[in-house]
Protein backbone atom coordinates (compact mmCIF):
# COMPACT_ATOMS: atom_id res chain seq x y z
CA UNK A 1 0.00 0.00 0.00
CA UNK A 2 3.05 2.11 0.31
CA UNK A 3 3.73 1.94 -3.14
CA UNK A 4 0.28 3.50 -4.35
CA UNK A 5 0.46 6.00 -2.13
CA UNK A 6 3.76 7.44 -3.43
CA UNK A 7 2.10 6.94 -7.54
CA UNK A 8 -0.51 9.04 -6.69
CA UNK A 9 1.39 12.51 -5.29
CA UNK A 10 3.13 12.31 -8.65
CA UNK A 11 -0.02 11.77 -10.81
CA UNK A 12 -1.55 14.97 -9.00
CA UNK A 13 1.71 16.67 -9.90
CA UNK A 14 1.78 16.14 -13.36
CA UNK A 15 -2.38 16.92 -13.32
CA UNK A 16 -1.04 20.45 -12.46
CA UNK A 17 1.50 20.71 -14.64
CA UNK A 18 -0.78 20.44 -17.61
CA UNK A 19 -2.44 23.77 -17.58
CA UNK A 20 0.63 25.73 -17.51
CA UNK A 21 1.55 24.44 -20.89
CA UNK A 22 -2.13 24.69 -22.37
CA UNK A 23 -1.84 28.28 -20.95
CA UNK A 24 1.10 29.72 -23.09
CA UNK A 25 -0.56 27.48 -25.93
CA UNK A 26 -3.79 29.27 -25.37
CA UNK A 27 -1.78 32.75 -25.70
CA UNK A 28 0.24 31.97 -28.88
CA UNK A 29 -1.38 32.25 -32.27
CA UNK A 30 -1.18 29.31 -34.74
CA UNK A 31 0.90 29.48 -37.56
CA UNK A 32 -1.70 29.45 -39.81
CA UNK A 33 -3.18 32.35 -38.74
CA UNK A 34 -0.32 34.62 -38.92
CA UNK A 35 1.87 36.04 -41.51
CA UNK A 36 -0.91 35.02 -44.40
CA UNK A 37 0.40 38.34 -46.76
CA UNK A 38 3.33 37.07 -46.86
CA UNK A 39 2.73 32.63 -47.13
CA UNK A 40 0.36 34.19 -50.24
CA UNK A 41 3.41 36.43 -51.88
CA UNK A 42 5.84 33.51 -51.09
CA UNK A 43 3.44 30.69 -52.57
CA UNK A 44 2.55 32.72 -55.84
CA UNK A 45 6.09 33.58 -56.49
CA UNK A 46 6.98 29.48 -56.01
CA UNK A 47 4.15 28.35 -57.68
CA UNK A 48 4.30 30.72 -60.96
CA UNK A 49 8.27 31.30 -61.37
CA UNK A 50 9.50 30.42 -64.87
CA UNK A 51 12.68 29.96 -63.12
CA UNK A 52 14.54 26.67 -63.00
CA UNK A 53 15.44 27.20 -59.71
CA UNK A 54 12.45 29.10 -58.08
CA UNK A 55 13.69 28.92 -54.50
CA UNK A 56 16.83 31.31 -55.42
CA UNK A 57 14.24 33.38 -57.43
CA UNK A 58 12.11 33.92 -54.46
CA UNK A 59 14.32 34.34 -52.22
CA UNK A 60 13.48 37.82 -50.85
CA UNK A 61 9.56 36.80 -50.53
CA UNK A 62 10.54 33.60 -48.82
CA UNK A 63 13.09 35.62 -46.22
CA UNK A 64 10.18 38.36 -45.71
CA UNK A 65 7.67 35.07 -44.71
CA UNK A 66 10.47 33.40 -42.52
CA UNK A 67 10.83 36.93 -40.57
CA UNK A 68 7.54 37.32 -40.07
CA UNK A 69 6.83 33.71 -38.59
CA UNK A 70 10.05 34.31 -36.17
CA UNK A 71 8.13 37.37 -34.95
CA UNK A 72 5.50 35.50 -33.85
CA UNK A 73 8.32 32.79 -32.56
CA UNK A 74 7.88 30.20 -35.17
CA UNK A 75 11.32 28.37 -36.90
CA UNK A 76 10.66 27.82 -40.87
Do not use: H, W
Amino acid sequence: MASQAASIPSLTSKAEARPAVNADAASKPKPCCVCKEEKSKRDECMLFSKSANPASECRTTIDQYKSCMAGFGFQV
